[in-house]
């Protein structure tokens, strides 16, 4: 279900029952959805400390447009000067949108992060804020701001809070699917699935006015168990001694490394393996694979010879792989290495394989006593 307010008094709101959603960083939002153009600001969601006038903290809310529909805006009150942004992009009436904005009031130098239909939109700064950013919040309000005005002609569901500030691969996966897919920090939800008393937290609401359930909007929920989330942005860049300088005797001597860092994603906790099983470790070290056949090079003696511990998971996004020593390492032509695709198997959320671009990297073969250069740098993309 969701709910439809039309514009007059209605309101579903929690005076000082909603816990944990007092915190200086956090990310808030939903669907939503205007029925009409606004002329004034129109109140989606709001937090405050109580259901009165001057105790608000998030006001979320739709504005009159440039030329037609709405705008979005969102205000976070602080002891001085209220702050004030804006998606400065005319919405259609009569649609579902889905929005996440994440915020950090512990500085007035912050500004909200606005993803809709879960990619991050430009965000005009409106009013700098000024002073301490309000705290003391454990009531809400939807379709009505606790002044009683500003009532909505519109729509919502599937409001949540998160108590931390969600990635950008998060905020695409809330549009794709739903909170519950993210317990991480998830502090307060009301998915509004039946009615209002779909709560989580017991954070039971009030009906004003003629407030109503309704259809759902177009949320698609999993007939199957959740094993990966959809990805949006994640990558992989590479850095290590073995991409900065790397000779033969390097290889045969051993102790070169390759650093793999995520963006968006983090690495699946360790198993029998450093990164999952023994088999997904070694997987990640093996996806170095050579273009060439030579039967001492790289494939002969670099990569059969890898094993598990050759990987480390040194943080939630970083893993290092250790070349090991390789005495009989030799070729007679130059070689190119390729890193393969990371499967998504050893990532939290991405539900994709991250394909590497700029993977390659060679391997020239030299004199006695010469250097032998290689580089490497690759990106990974989300696909």
Known sequence: MAWNFDGSNDSLTNNNGVSNID?????????????????????????ASSISSGNSAVNFSGR??????????????????????EYNTDLNTGQWYHVTITFDRSSTSNNPIIYVDGSSVTVNELEAPVGTGHSGNDSV???????????????????????????????YTLYRGSPGM??????????????????????????????????????????????????????????????DSITESDITSGGK???????????????????GTEAQSLAICQSLDSAQAEGTGWDAEVKNNFVHTDIARTSSTVATITIGAEASYDITAQE??????????VLTTSGTDITPSDNTFTVDIVAAGATLQGSLMMMGVGI
């Open 23 to 47: 915190v200086a960083a956090f990310s808030i939002g939903g669907w939503v959805y205007m029925n009409a153009q606004p002329t004034g600001g129109e109140t989606l969601l709001m937090t």
């Open 64 to 85: 009159p447009p440039n030329s037609s529909g709405w705008k979005m805006q969102f205000n976070y009150r602080f002891s001085s000067t209220e702050g004030e942004w």
């Open 141 to 171: 309000s939807f379709g009505e701001n606790v002044g009683a005005s500003g009532d909505l002609d519109g729509r919502i569901a599937e409001v949540f809070f998160y108590n931390r500030i969600i990635s950008a691969a998060e905020a």
């Open 182 to 243: 993210i317990v991480n920090g998830l502090t307060a939800y009301w998915p509004f699935v039946r009615s209002k008393v779909d709560v989580m937290q017991g954070a039971d609401l009030t009906i004003k006015g003629n407030a109503a359930p309704i259809a759902h909007p177009p949320v698609v929920y999993p007939t199957a168990q959740i094993l990966q989330f959809p990805s949006a942005g994640v990558t992989a860049a590479i850095t290590g001694t073995a991409k």
């Open 257 to 275: 490394t390759v650093i793999i860092t995520l963006t968006n994603d983090t690495w699946i906790a360790a198993g029998t393996g450093a990164i």
């Open 336 to 345: 190119t290495i390729t890193m393969g695709d990371i499967a998504s198997a």
